[in-house]
């Protein structure tokens, strides 16, 4: 089933554009072409891998792959953003081991293989690929080309998944395949969202509820601000800070950090004092402590359902200081911010958004911004002067607009 009765004209014109493309790499046309999206998270930051609550939306820009059947059992993947040099990777399918280092291939290549591994009766195929997600900006480019490779397959080979299954999926071919330990928030929010909503999952479950957020309708506007700082999920840091949570976790008798409440928050984190070297965050090495990851995650989730609540009951500007709140922990407690980060933020706060913290793993990316429509061009300004100031490479700021997952387009 595709949606061509409600494309855009930039979507049908991307759809277009991208099979076009196919057929010159290929020589001949796709059996389709499938979207999936590229996401900010609202709030919930690193409570994924905690078993806790995220809230994230969908953003209008995506990874679009044009894709067709092969009988050989043959992969090849091509990208259209210079990700492969222009090049076509092809691999055999028997042949994809998990931990290859494939650069920008091992993503579709880990999906292939995740849907194989789990039994699935997935061929060969020609893939091309067109994106107007910015990569390395915190915004899920990664899961954006693996849900929409998981849909192209799923489509391709008639499996009937659900999109929490293609999801999980997803995320398996990038924990397993190509060895990034993401939670399953970004492959979810990529298959899931819908249009004009938000997204609350409760990672534990995996419940959905897709909470109304019409900024426009409120005279509001989430600015996306794009520090172009690459972050590198796979470098290590990443992997340390959920390490930490799982020792947190251990500590405290816990499955995981979401089963302390957060009215028992001071008899857990004096639990921990006992043991951690620096209770408060420091560990001397630029790190943090785990009472100091703990606190994160257990106020973090808090976080979410009290901006749940505030948009439940029309308080859509009430969820500023909430946003505000969840950078100040991201930086002074899981320290996972940078200098160009809390420049955004601060910057904003002072040219009179309503709030506004960090996006998405961290150590660089984007930061969202919360401001009154009639405001956004002046904080955008004043974000911009601070960064030129500081010395620092201009930001990208746009607009984050609730928009649909993924999908298949022709």
Known sequence: MTDTDHLTADDAARARHTADRFREVYGAAPAGVWAAPGRVNLIGEHTDYNDGFVMPLALPHTTLAAAAPRTDGVLRVHSGDGSGGGQTVELRLDAL???????????????????????????????????????????????????????????????????????????RAENAFVGVPCGIMDQTAAACCTDGHALFLDTRDLAQRQVPFDLAGEGLRLLVVDTRVKHELGDGAYAQRRAMCERGARALGVHALRDVPYAH????????????????????????????????VVTENRRVEEVIARLDAGEARAIGPLLTAGHASLRDDFRVSCAELDLAVEAAGAAGALGARMTGGGFGGSAIVLVEETDADAVAVRITEAFAAAGHTAPRIFPAVPSAGARRLV
């Not at 999906?111 to 699935?120: E, F, H, Q, S, T």
């Not at 499996?159 to 293609?166: E, S």
């Not at 090495?285 to 785990?290: L, S």
């Open 97 to 171: 081991r998990p931990a290859a280092d494939g650069g920008w291939a091992g993503y579709p290549a880990g999906v292939a293989w995740a849907l194989r591994d789990a039994g699935l009766p997935v061929g060969g195929a020609d893939l091309h690929y067109e994106s107007t997600v910015p990569v390395g900006a915190g915004l899920s480019s990664s899961a954006a080309l693996e849900v929409a490779t998981a849909l192209a397959l799923d489509d391709l080979y008639g499996l009937g998944l659900t999109r929490q299954r293609l999801a999980q999926l997803a995320q």
């Open 265 to 296: 928050l001071p008899e857990a984190l004096d639990k921990l004092a006992a043991t951690d070297e620096e209770p408060g965050g420091g560990k001397g090495d630029g790190g943090p402590g785990t009472a100091a990851v703990v606190r994160h």
